[in-house]
């Protein structure tokens, strides 16, 4: 089994920036990607980034890229999301998530992912 925590969430102005956390435990090795997505309330969760646990390969979606990073420290066994510039319309709970598929690329699809961690709230007043 693999938990994941997320934290960093939190208020700020547009234009600000948060970094997200995800502390990953358990069986770690079985991790091959490491995601984030974001559900606003009344949308689907959408994909956001992602990135191989052992290699610097990611992906953003074009809602975001040039202004959020995703890294990740594997001594911590933890996963950023360095959010910059934000926006209102990037208010939502953002989620962790890990995928054990050994892909070509990283999955988009929440479906495709295999742990999710509870949520933390981000929110980007006007």
């Known amino acids: 089994q693999v938990q994941l925590v997320e934290s960093g969430g939190g208020l700020v102005q547009a234009g600000g920036s948060l970094r997200l956390s995800c502390v990953v435990s358990?069986?770690?090795?079985?991790?091959?990607?490491m995601g984030w997505f974001r559900q606003a309330p009344g949308k689907e969760r959408e994909f956001v980034a992602a990135m191989r646990r052992l290699s610097s390969m990611a992906i953003y979606a074009d809602s975001v890229k040039g202004r959020f990073t995703i890294s990740r420290d594997n001594a911590k066994n933890t996963v950023y999301l360095q959010m910059n510039s934000l926006k209102p319309e990037d208010t939502a709970i953002y989620y962790c998530?890990?995928?054990?598929?050994?892909?070509?690329?990283?999955?988009?699809?929440?479906?495709?992912?295999?742990?999710w961690g509870q949520g933390t709230q981000v929110t980007v007043s006007s």
């Open positions: 998530a890990g995928d054990m598929a050994i892909t070509t690329i990283p999955a988009r699809v929440p479906s495709q992912y295999d742990y």
């Open positions: 358990g069986r770690t090795f079985s991790v091959y990607t």
